[in-house]
Every structure is written in C-alpha cells, then in structure tokens.
C-alpha cells in the first residue's frame, strides 16, 4: 500500500522549500537579466544582509527600523559594486565578470565577518513554526508564509518590468545593451538600480533563509542550492526561477526519500546537480530561459 | 628570496610570543594552539580556546606559572582546514618547550598523528579523536581525553535507558540517529548496532548531507518512523536546523538527545524557542558557579586579560571545556614535574604527566572545579581515562544539568578498540609496547 | 591558421632559465632549505602548481570551463591508495599513474556534458562532479579501507627502489613528477593536439570546418587534463598532508586552483606556477607581517578575514588590470628589460579566448 499521505508531505515540503530556492535565485536572474553576469556574491550579499539586520536588532534597534537600515547598506553596497567593479570590466565577457563576482563574494564575506563578528545569531520573524494538519498531511507554517513572501516579490517585480518605465528600460537593456544606449538610457544607473534590487532580494532572502538556519556563516552556501534551479529554469528567466525552483525542491526531497535508501542516504547534496545536468543535456537553456545564440 | 622575508616575520612573531611571558629568566612550558576563530565553527574555536588561555592565564597570574614554570603560547589560524592546521603545526612546533598539541579538530588530529609520534609530542584530542587512539599501547603519543566517540554512544544509550526505568526496557523501542555525512558522523554506527543488538532495541540511521541547511525528508522520514528517542549526532548548523525542522514536523523535542558536539549554546540559541527542551550530553557541567571559572572570572578577567570578547559567555559549554582541557594539561605538566623537576619538560616527559593523569573527586574539588567534570584516571594502556558524562538540558536561556554523572559501559568498548588499535599497528609496523616505557616503533 | 599560444620555451634564453631553475630546485635547495620550507611551502606549492597546470589545460588552452577540479585531486588521491593497499606488489608508481588514468576516466564522463553545454552551464555541470564525488568517497567505506574516520594515511612513496622519506625526500619526489609532467605538457602543447585544443577554444565551427575533431577534442582535453590533477592530487594528499579526509576536497578547492590559473594567466604553464607561488605564499606573509606589525593587538581571526578580503580584491583587480594574470605582468617587466621581445604579442587572453565562447544575445 502506498502511502500517499507521506508522498504527499514530502512533496508539499519539497515544494515549499523549494520556493526558498527560488528567492534565491531571483537575485541572479535580475541581475543576469540586465547584465548579463552570473553573480556569484548573491550568497554573500544575503549572509552580509542577514548579520547586519540581525546584529543591529541585536543592538537594540527594532525591527522596521534595522530593516530599513539594512535596505539603506544594500543600495550603498550596489552602488559601490558597479562603480568598482561593473564599470572598469564593462565590455569584458561574461566569464571574467563572474570570476569577479566571486572574488567580490569573498570580499563581501570577509567584511561581514569582520564588522559584526563571527559568532551565530539566532533570527526570531515572529513566525511560530509548529506544523498543522490538513487531511492528516503536514504543512508548516513558515514554509508558506515563506512561499507567501516569495510569491509577492515575484509578482511586484513582474509587474515593476511590465509596467514602470525603469522596469521597461531595464528590460532594453536586457535586450540588446548597444540599441539601449543609442535610446539614451543610461546604463550606469540602471545597473546600479539592478545591483540594488538584487541587494533587496538578497536581504529578504537572506532574513527567512537567517530565520530557518540561524544567521552564520553558512548561509552563503545557500547559493549553491540555487545554480541547478537557475540552470533548470533558465538564468534570464523571472518565471523559471519560481518554476525550477518549486521542480528541484520537489525532486531533492522526493529522490532523497524514495531514492535515498538504494544509495544508503545522503544525494540531496548531489541529485539537483545531476537532475539539472540531465536536462541540459535536452534543453540546453533551460525551461524558459532564452535561446542563446551560440556563435560558435 | 620571499623566504627570508618569512625567516624575518617569524623571527619578530616567535619574539612576540615567547615575550609573552614575563621575565625571560624563568623556565617555560609552550602551548601552540591551531585555532579557529573564524570560518564555520568559529564560535567552537573562540569558546574553547577562550577558555583555555583563561585557565593558563589563571595559573600565571595566580600561582606564577607551574611551580615557577610559566606557561607560554601562540595561536595560528586554522579555520578548521587540515592543510593550515598543519602548516601551523610545522609553523610552530620548532619553539623551544612544547608541551602538547590541542587541535580541537578531527581532520587535524588525523593529519598530525604520525608527525607528532616522530617529534613525540602528545597530542591531546578531548572529547574526539580517533577511538582507537584509547589504546595507548599502539598509540604512545595521542590521548582523546575524557571521551571517545564510543563511549559517548555507550553514555547516550545509559542515559536513555535510565529515562525508561532501566536496560532492560531498552528492549522493543526504537532510536532514530540523525548523523551528518562526514566520516564523523558515521563513525558511531557499528556501535549502535551493536548495543542494540545487546540490549535488543532498533536503531536506524539517517544521513544529513553537509553542511545540513535542509532536513526536510529527514525529518518526515522520522515522523514516519516515529521513533522513541532521536540521537543528534551534528555539527555545525546541522544541529539548530535539526532542532527547528523537529519542531515544524512536530517530534517532541525533549525527546532528542545531542551528542557532544551538538551540545552547546551555539547549537541552540538560532533555533530558538523549537530548542527549549533539548537534552544533550557533557562531559563538563555550564555555569559560572563552580569556584575555578569563579576565580577566573576574578582574577583573569579582572586584570583584564580575559579571553572572550563576550562576558556572557563565560561559563558556556566551549568555554568550560576549555577550562576543563586547561586543568588536564596543567595537571598532566604538574604531575610530570612532580618526577623530573620543577623546569621545561620535553614532550616525552609531558606525555609521561598525561600517563598518570589520575584526578580523583577530591583532587578535583581541591582544583575548584566539583561539579564541573568528575574525574579522570589515564594509564599508559589507557588513554582516554574514563570520562563521564552528565545531560544537560536547555530552558531558552541556559543549560540545567538533568542527571547524574553516568559511566559510559568501557569493558564492552575495550576489545572492539583494542581489535582496531592492532589492525593499525599492523598496518604502520608498530610494534604495541608491552609495559609503561618509551614505545618502540619499528618504521 | 592559428598560431598556438605564445610557448616560453621556445626561445633560448627561457630555455636557460629553466635549466638555471632545476639546478637550484635541485640541487641548492636542499642544501639550504629547512624544513618548514618544504614541508609548509615547496610541496604543497608542487602540488597546487600541477593542478593548476592540469586545469590550465582544460580551461586556458582548450576554454571548457570546470568548477569541479577538487574532485579529480580526490579521485587521484583515494585511487593511488586503494591501487597501493590492495595490488600486493605493485610499485608506487605504478599506482600513480593507474590512478591518473582512473581520474582520467572519470574526467571524461563528466566531461561528456562539454558536447553539448558551453559556458556557465557546463562550469555548472561540473559542480555535479564535485557534489557526486565527494559524496561517493565519503559515502562508500571501502575507498578509505573502512577506517572509522574516513581518513587514508600516505603509504610510502618510493620510486624504482629509492624511498622518498623526511621532508625534503617528499619535496624531491614531487619535483620530480611535476617536472616529468610538465615538460610532457610543453611537448602536448606544441603537438597537433595542443593545437587542437586552441582550434576549439577559439572558434569551435571554424575547427570543425578545417577537419578539427571536435568532440574528440574536447574529451581528450577532459582526460589529460584530470590525468594531471589526479596526480597532483596524489602528491597533495601523500607528499605534503600525508592523511586526508574528503573534506578538504570541496568547492573551496575547485575555486582556490581556479584562482591559480586566473592571477597566473590562463594558457600560460608558466601562470600556473606563478599563480600557485602567489597563492601557497601570500596568506604566510599577510598573516606573518601582521603578527608581526600589530602582534598580539588583533586575534587570529581578523587576520584571517583580511586575508579573505585580500584575495578577493586582489582577483577582481587582476581582472581589471591585468586579465592575463601573473605571467603578463612577468612579461611586461621583461619586456622593460628587453625591448626587443615586445614585439610579437599574439597569444590568447581570456577576453579573445571567451568571447567566442559566450554570445549573448547578439552581443559582438
């Protein structure tokens, strides 16, 4: 007898997970999508966001208040970032900037660790996660209000691109950089405004990932989680991001329950990386993302 | 051409820190420390090293050093990695006086073994280490102090046997061991089978792969299971995610016991109010209260040479078992100054002090630190010194000690480390020493 | 037709230099070394400069960009051990070279996905080399002899009879593997293959067009290069740690020989010596000076986070500065010195190398 019940809860919890994935991920694709770069230091951009909240409420400023201070540090990191980085390298491929990026992620983590110290915070959102039943199955209470969070930002950024005109301008130039500036936008500030954006979603990011695992050092691994969703869902891709990451979610948790035991346990680690690989093997550019036109 | 600028630094730095101690006249005894302060288990390395420069800073300043002899150290950087942890150790281990190695890390430990058993200087893994290294026969030189992973598991079953009325209502009940996926994790697993195959309950084992972010399935599985008690065996940010998917799953949490390196306020405090509850094990009760971490926090903190940067962490788990590994080194050089004179002692000699560390209850108390840890008895066959343990469990803001000193069953353990212990001479062509004197090895 | 990368020793006077360079790697440094040198800085150096070498194979020469090196160091060393251990007889070598060739085997299997992904999907692709990996080999007891801990200790090295004991016995084995190998690899890249490899970096159509096997191509360029760092993962984990769990193969790993290649210059040999060096010695002198400037004033682990921090900003401002690492900056004081040399300057970049590679959108 199949236990349907169980499936059930596993693959609601991959899915919520899953979700987290995706909000993840959602900072690289803004960035990519406008740029062009694979921003590795979005995982240290969330661990930076979470420790600068957490300590400053641990400092005695109340929530809202450390949230907008934070926000403030994310737009002056964005700023900084395109001025130093994006600027000097801007007609270098793609490839130079993401080793960039990752040489920024050390940087990003090194600072962190070094102003508000090393030691692990706990993060309190005020979410009580005790789980409740719906027809015997499991759900908790964070995931969805996590899945909620995530929701809500996705839309107001599908909206933003659809219908502001920085959202439009964004997406020129996510288009084609040469005919956006011959329009007269002025790339600059548009990636500045980008790296800010991302900066947002890495500190919402970062405070419910910070909720769920404690606010220390590894939770800029969580970036490693979001390469396979990205992959799957395609790296220019909004919609492929929530899509890819509700599928490795859900294939992570499922696979380690049912498949786990013949391998004797442990392949989360490992089962998205091998799933997403699989697929690319048919689809090079993932689920939505754009085709690329590989001269080469 | 860049060595000499090395040659130069480490000239300056070895000044710096032999000038640490104060007159240069006086004999010394060196500690170098491997630590970590930074990367994943920083907050591990800051408590424990913390806490045992405040206990060689304690014995400085209060009684002038050992007999006279005063205790020196220097720290390198490690964070956590094997490949620093013994550049440090080939960074340092050339200051004159050293006395033992204190590594606080697994992969460490493993990586110095056969150095330090060539340079024979002890090497002192407290709480950890390789079991095998109990046997002090095969292993002249490495001492897991107070408790190896074996006897560990055998202190975990006690204890839980004691919640259920005694061993023989072990029988029919079922434990989940929630393990992380590293060769730590799994190297209690024959253990388990066989204690229960001996007292005749179930075990089943759940891997959490590194780093241990997510444990959703795990959990669900547990659910599914519906075991009678979980042993966390964690590290790192395994064992507050454990303690929050626990909760969102809905598994009781007093009815989780941690294992010695899920045990601490670290462990706890991310997860909030899903840890209010936990029980985990120790080897060395937390507080301020016991007279030595009083005196500490008197006279080293009060001269403002105490260690931790957070005053609300003295008395922590890390921090005690810092004190703790303190008093065994201090007393391992006092003993051995007690047979070859109050001066520096070589490694050899220093090992022959950790081969007659036997802290009686009284001793201990005389020591300040009753209640504390109970005692140790290390012989030259027997390393480790039959540590015991206590519970403690966690009320959302400190840990209360919720048991008696328990002994973990070692007659059981022996021959299974012995078994091991000679498979490793065999390998390496040592020969086992046969008495107390200087080991021969044959390579 | 191409010309292949600008080779150093071509030309005599290099030539000399790397003669002059043995001579003393050889024979003064032993003499004058102590041990600390080489057991904290020249073989681990040794072993680093060979993985570099290996990757700067597959990711300066050939432009398949891996992320997943620290797996193949693993498979190298967990192979050499169990080759050693349970072959009764074989010599050490031999087990060298049989687990270059298990490396090998793995690094085209996961190289397979290179048919069909370019760019940051197959840099992603080979993280799934590094996760299975190191699973694998943590997973299954029996690579480490079923030792409780997962660990495997160094057996002996030895070489036609001689046993390389102490410290400077390890540091002259290495040598001598990473010298045999790397003038085999000067010889492979002067050959029809090294050309090969360029031919794909370059412009994979036009390779194909002018009768360049692409496929086979890029999966020899798998192979050889995991071969390389299979064996220097042997060294890495027998000549200079000597025990070694798997977790000090992880991701860190792979972006720490990455690195190498990126601040030693890309198809560049002598880059990844240079860009190890720099590596192996630029965390010892930052935290020696400032023990030493600021003694006991910061902990250990300020010291390390600027370390961090030094290296990133040192990469990004390599990247803007001098994108051909290490080796160009040698070049151009060279070239201070010689004017003459600053003629010719062909020679891949990683702008030329990777702009091929990646089009975006249409994007020249």
Do not use: C
Not at chain 2, 353 to 372: C, I, N, P, S, W
Not at chain 3, 180 to 187: D, E, H, L, M, Q
């Amino acid at each position: 007898m199949f236990d349907y019940q169980f499936f059930l809860e596993v693959l609601i919890g991959g899915l919520l997970s899953g979700i987290m994935y995706s909000l993840v991920a959602l900072g690289f694709v803004l960035i990519y999508k406008t740029s062009g770069v694979l921003n590795f230091a979005q995982g240290s951009m969330l661990l930076f966001a979470a420790l600068t909240f957490v300590s400053l409420v641990e400092r005695g400023v109340p929530f809202w208040g450390a949230f907008a201070a934070t926000l403030g540090v994310m737009v002056l990191l964005g700023v900084a970032v395109e001025r130093t980085i994006l600027r000097p390298l801007v007609n270098q491929p793609p490839i130079t900037l993401f080793m960039a990026t990752l040489g920024l992620s050390y940087v990003i983590e090194g600072v962190a660790q070094l102003l508000w110290g090393t030691q692990v915070h706990g993060l309190d959102l005020g979410i009580e996660d005790s789980p409740f039943e719906v027809y015997g199955v499991l759900i908790s209470q964070f995931d969805l209000f996590a899945a909620a969070v995530a929701g809500s930002l996705v839309a107001a950024f599908s909206l933003f691109f659809r219908y502001t005109r920085i959202g439009l301008a964004f997406r020129a130039v996510a288009d084609d950089q040469y005919a956006a500036l011959a329009v007269g936008l002025r790339l600059p500030r548009v990636w500045a405004i980008v790296w800010t954006a991302a900066g947002v979603v890495a500190l919402v990011a970062g405070l419910l990932w910070g909720a769920r695992l404690g606010v220390q050092f590894s939770l800029s691994l969580v970036v490693l989680k979001a390469l396979p969703v990205l992959v799957l869902g395609g790296f220019d891709s909004i919609a492929g991001a929530i899509v890819g990451g509700l599928l490795i979610g859900a294939i992570e948790k499922l696979s380690e329950v049912y498949i786990g035991p013949y391998f004797g346990g442990g392949i989360e680690g490992w089962a998205a990386y091998v799933v997403a690989l699989g697929f690319l093997l048919i689809r090079p550019a993932g689920l939505f993302g754009q085709k690329l036109v590989e001269r080469a | 051409m860049s060595y000499l600028k090395h040659l130069k630094s480490a000239v300056i730095a070895s000044a710096i820190a032999v000038g640490f101690a104060l007159p240069a006249a006086a004999d010394e005894q060196y500690f170098p420390l491997q630590s970590y302060r930074v990367g994943p288990y920083a907050a591990g390395g800051t408590g424990f090293f913390g806490g045992f420069i405040d206990y060689l800073n304690l014995i400085n300043i209060r009684d002038g050093g050992v007999n006279g002899v005063k205790l020196t150290w220097s720290e390198g950087e490690t964070q956590y990695e094997v490949e620093k942890g013994v550049e440090v150790y080939e960074r340092l281990k050339n200051n004159p006086g050293v006395a033992a190695w204190n590594p606080l890390s697994v992969g460490i430990a493993y990586a110095m073994i056969d150095r330090i058993t060539q340079d024979k200087v002890p090497l002192i893994t407290v709480n950890h280490g390789r079991t095998d290294s109990t046997d002090g026969r095969v292993f002249p030189y490495v001492f897991p102090l107070l408790l190896n992973p074996y006897s560990e598991t055998s202190g975990i079953v006690n204890y839980i046997a004691g919640k259920l009325g005694g061993q023989d209502k072990l029988k029919g009940k079922k434990i989940v061991v929630l393990y992380h996926g590293s060769p730590y994790g799994k190297e209690t697993i024959p253990i388990y089978k066989l204690l229960a195959d001996k007292y005749g309950f179930e075990v089943q084992q759940i891997e959490v792969p590194h780093p241990g972010n997510e444990q959703q399935s795990q959990w669900l599985e547990i659910r599914r299971a519906k075991p009678d008690y979980v042993v966390l065996r964690g590290w790192g940010v395994m064992n507050p995610v454990a303690l929050k998917t626990a909760q969102k799953v809905g598994y009781p949490v007093d009815h989780i016991v941690g294992n010695v390196w899920s045990n601490s306020e670290e462990d706890v405090i991310p997860a909030g109010d899903a840890a209010k509850g936990y029980v985990a094990i120790t080897t060395q009760a937390s507080g301020e209260q016991y007279p030595v971490v009083q005196e500490i926090v008197k006279t080293v903190y009060g001269a403002g040479k105490g260690n931790l940067e957070d005053k609300k962490r003295i008395g922590s788990v890390y921090h005690n078992l810092g004190i703790v590994n303190g008093i065994l080194n201090v007393e391992a050089i006092r003993i051995a100054q007690g047979k070859f004179g109050h001066r520096t002692l070589t490694g050899d000699e220093v090992r022959w002090g950790f081969e007659h560390l036997q802290l009686d209850a009284k001793r201990v108390e005389e020591l300040g630190a009753k209640g504390l840890f109970h005692s140790i008895n290390v012989t030259w066959k027997n390393h480790e010194g039959d540590g015991y343990v206590t519970f403690q469990q966690w009320d959302g803001a400190k840990w209360n000690v919720v048991s008696d000193w328990i002994a973990p069953d070692w007659a059981l353990l022996r021959p299974i480390i012995e078994k091991s212990a000679a498979a490793y001479a065999a390998e390496k062509g040592i020969k086992p020493r046969t008495s107390e004197e200087a080991p021969v090895t044959t390579n | 037709m191409a010309t292949p990368v600008r080779n150093t020793l071509l030309v005599t006077p290099e030539r000399l230099g790397v003669l002059l360079l043995l001579i003393v790697a050889y024979g003064v440094i032993p003499v004058i070394g102590t041990g600390y040198l080489f057991d904290a800085i020249l073989t681990p150096f040794l072993a680093l400069s060979l993985a570099a070498v290996g990757l700067n194979i597959l990711t300066g020469y050939a432009g398949q960009v891996s992320l997943g090196s620290a797996a193949f160091l693993a498979v190298g060393a967990f192979a050499a051990f169990n080759f050693n251990l349970r072959v009764p007889g074989l010599p050490f070598v031999v087990s060298i070279v049989l687990a270059g060739l298990t490396a090998a085997a793995i690094g085209i299997v996961f190289g397979l996905p290179s048919l069909r992904l370019r760019g940051f999907y197959l840099a992603v692709s080979t993280l799934a080399a590094q996760f299975f990996v190191q699973w694998a080999l943590t997973k299954f007891s029996w690579f480490s002899n079923d030792n409780p801990s997962g660990v495997i200790d160094a057996p002996p090295l030895t070489l036609a009879g001689f046993a390389f004991t102490g410290p400077i016995g390890r540091y002259l084995f290495s040598l001598t593997i990473v010298v045999v190998i790397t003038f085999a690899v000067t010889r492979l890249i002067r050959s029809q293959t090294g050309r090969n490899f360029v031919a794909v970096r370059d412009h994979e159509t036009a390779a194909r067009v002018i009768g360049v096997p692409v496929l086979g191509t890029k999966l020899v360029a798998f192979g050889i290069s995991s071969f390389i760092i299979g064996v220097a993962g042997v060294l890495w984990a027998f000549a200079y740690l000597r025990t070694v769990e798997t977790g000090g193969f992880n991701i860190d790993r792979s972006f720490q020989i990455l690195f190498i290649i990126i601040i030693g210059g890309l198809a560049s040999l002598r880059g990844a010596f240079l860009g190890a060096a720099f590596i192996v010695v630029f965390p010892l002198i930052l935290s020696r000076t400032g023990a030493a400037l600021f003694g006991g004033v910061f902990d250990s682990g300020v010291l390390e986070m600027s370390q961090r921090i030094g290296i990133g900003a040192l990469i990004i401002l390599f990247l803007i500065l001098e994108p051909r690492g290490l080796s160009a900056l040698v070049d151009r004081v060279w070239d201070w010195v010689r004017p003459r040399r600053a003629a010719a300057l062909g020679g891949a970049t990683p702008r030329s190398f990777f702009i091929r590679k990646l089009q975006p959108k249409g994007r020249t």
